[in-house]
């Protein structure tokens, strides 16, 4: 069974805009962290925020906000007032263990933002 | 900032041929880690190190490949023997390790390109 699942293989959004990439997970373990990474064209992988699964508060970092519905077991990021540089692949990522755990990755969301 | 670093960025090899992949860490990083992306598909991970040690390894990490912290700094990946379907991008990340309440985040280097003839 998939641990990551990304439904969106591509989403476009207009240049200004605000977009929603799904992310869902699978887990019995009661502590486990999410992350999302973005990765350009060029093929580094950014690291862009992070949820825990006791973090009572959405996290934020400045256009990025995740949309945590623990009961649902979705994580999803949203962007906020896309720039043309957001143009990329975006992936969700599961760690199971409290630290030092591998990174279970989802397929990934390939991100068009139109000028 | 600190960040991860690779070295090759690209590396062309031949089939059979060994190849060694490396890694700097970020410099207080306690746990290593490598995974793949083959062309298109999404990042696997392939092995986790602490301690001088492998901690964790999937399934890919087989008798071929094998990690090595030969110094203080570098952190490498040795595939023996490189078969076709080893063609992929390979990338070093290191995350702090330390007490609970971080987040302990995984930082990515900006990965080696293998490509195998």
């Known amino acids: 069974a998939q641990k990551i699942t990304q439904t969106q293989p591509g989403m476009f959004v207009q240049e200004k805009e605000a977009v929603t990439l799904d992310c869902t997970y699978d887990?019995?373990?009661?502590?486990?962290?999410l992350f999302w990474y973005k990765q350009p064209s060029s093929g580094e992988m950014i690291f862009l925020i992070y949820?825990?699964?006791?973090?009572?508060q959405n996290a934020t970092e400045g256009r990025y906000s995740l949309n945590f519905q623990k009961a649902r077991k979705s994580a999803n990021l949203v962007i906020s007032a896309s720039q043309l540089g957001d143009s990329a692949m975006y992936f969700c990522a599961m760690r199971e263990a409290p630290q030092g755990g591998k990174l279970i990755f989802g397929q990934g969301t390939e991100l068009s933002v139109k000028p | 900032e600190p960040e991860v670093t690779q070295t090759p960025s690209h590396q062309v090899t031949q089939m059979g041929q060994e190849v060694i992949l490396r890694c700097v860490p970020i410099?207080?990083?306690?746990?290593f880690y490598w995974y793949r992306q083959i062309l298109g598909q999404k990042v696997e991970f392939l092995v986790s190190f602490y301690n001088n040690e492998i901690s964790e390894k999937s399934e890919i990490f087989d008798d071929q490949f094998s990690v090595e912290r030969p110094d203080g700094s570098n952190f490498t990946l040795k595939i023996r023997s490189t078969k076709l379907e080893d063609s992929a991008m390979y990338f070093c990340a290191s995350s702090e390790g330390r007490a609970s309440g971080s987040t302990d985040t995984q930082y990515f280097g900006p990965g080696t390109r293998l490509t195998v003839l």
């Open positions: 949820q825990g699964s006791y973090d009572q």
């Open positions: 410099s207080n990083h306690l746990y």
């Open positions: 887990t019995s373990d009661p502590s486990y962290g």
